[in-house]
């Protein structure tokens, strides 16, 4: 079966057809797993076009948006066994930040790669972060931090998580405007994404570590 209009649906940000269009390939017979295929291979060459500056933030956003509408048909569908990877991501805006594009974006890309994703939404508290790692047994928390003030919570998560006795069992990444590799490691992290396109390879080789 053809899923190129799928694949296109997505590099063409068709947010408005796509869930009518999953479901007629549900409809018709198509195997969920390979709708999902169809889905990440537009995800993917939204990403590269992302990469090579064809795409801006704008488009990103969309892509990321529409991404979730069919995947929110195909989902029920999909076997928990299916999709591919079944580790939990927690992920937050910290606390006294609003921001969540580039998490949202993130998280979306996550999703269509088949992980279980927690959001615990914007201007999250450490102890939230550390509940849902307890509740979950998450192995990454993903944090975003869009503001020079707040970076800072990042340093209390981690605290918080090692006084829960929890750091030594998650991988912690974080991502956001005023971070480097070097600002993420001496906040605590193990890891830091520049965008989402590089955030999703990056949690992907920490699971691996």
Do not use: W
Not at 37 to 55: F, I, P, S
Not at 101 to 118: H, R, T
Not at 162 to 170: H, Q, T
């Amino acid at each position: 079966m053809d899923l190129t209009k799928v694949t296109n649906m997505i590099i063409d940000l068709d947010i408005d057809n796509v869930a009518n269009m999953v479901q007629q390939q549900i409809d018709a017979g198509a195997d969920a797993q390979d709708l999902l295929k169809a889905l990440t291979d537009g995800m993917e060459e939204v990403g590269r076009r992302y990469e090579n500056d064809e795409y801006f933030l704008a488009e990103l956003v969309l892509a990321g948006d529409t991404m979730k509408t069919a995947f929110e048909v195909l989902k029920p569908h999909l076997k928990s066994s299916e999709t591919g990877n079944e580790t939990t991501i927690v992920a937050a805006t910290v606390k006294g930040d609003n921001h969540d594009i580039g998490k949202n974006i993130l998280l979306s890309m996550l999703v269509s790669a088949g992980f279980e994703v927690v959001d615990l939404g914007t201007d999250c508290p450490a102890e939230k972060i550390v509940e849902a790692v307890r509740t979950t047994g998450a192995k990454i928390v993903a944090l975003s931090a869009l503001l020079t003030t707040t970076m800072k919570e990042i340093a209390t998560v981690n605290e918080a998580l090692k006084e829960a006795g929890l750091r030594d069992s998650v991988k912690l990444i974080v991502g956001g405007a005023p971070l480097t590799m070097n600002v993420a490691k001496e906040l605590g992290a193990d890891d830091y994404g520049p965008d989402a396109i590089d955030g999703v390879k990056r949690i992907k080789a920490l699971l691996e570590s």
